[in-house]
Nanobody, 124 residues
Framework: QAQLIESGGGLVQAGGSLRLSCAAS????????MGWFRQAPGKEREFVAG????????YSADSVKDRFTISRDNAKNTVYLQMDNMKPEDTAVYYC?????????????????WGQGTQVTVSS
């Protein structure tokens, strides 16, 4: 059983940057595809970005393309989400996720593991 712990959330002004981290414990995630989801108040949870277990391919939602970058460090069992040029509509709780299949992240939204979430608020 793996535990995913997010950090790095907070309050930022529009146009600013934040970097989220997701550290795993209990199981190595080097063979898992990793991703980030977010859920804004009154909305469904949505896929934000994903990265293949090898780190060789990444996926992003259209709403964050060219602004958010996902990366991973398998030696540290950690995945990151660099968020630049942030907008008020990026305000949400951000969740880290791990899945054995990339489709569970990008399409089905049903990963094997979820983190507890970290709040990100972007002020205008």
């Amino acid at each position: 059983q793996a535990q995913l712990i997010e950090s790095g959330g907070g309050l930022v002004q529009a146009g600013g940057s934040l970097r989220l981290s997701c550290a795993a414990s209990g199981r190595t995630l080097s063979r898992y595809n990793m991703g980030w989801f977010r859920q804004a108040p009154g909305k469904e949870r949505e896929f934000v970005a994903g990265i293949a277990w090898s780190g060789g391919r990444t996926y992003s939602a259209d709403s964050v393309k060219d602004r958010f970058t996902i990366s991973r460090d398998n030696a540290k069992n950690t995945v990151y989400l660099q968020m630049d040029n942030m907008k008020p509509e990026d305000t949400a709780v951000y969740y880290c996720a791990a899945a054995s299949s990339i489709l569970e992240l990008t399409t089905r939204g049903s990963p094997d593991y979820w983190g507890q979430g970290t709040q990100v608020t972007v002020s205008s």
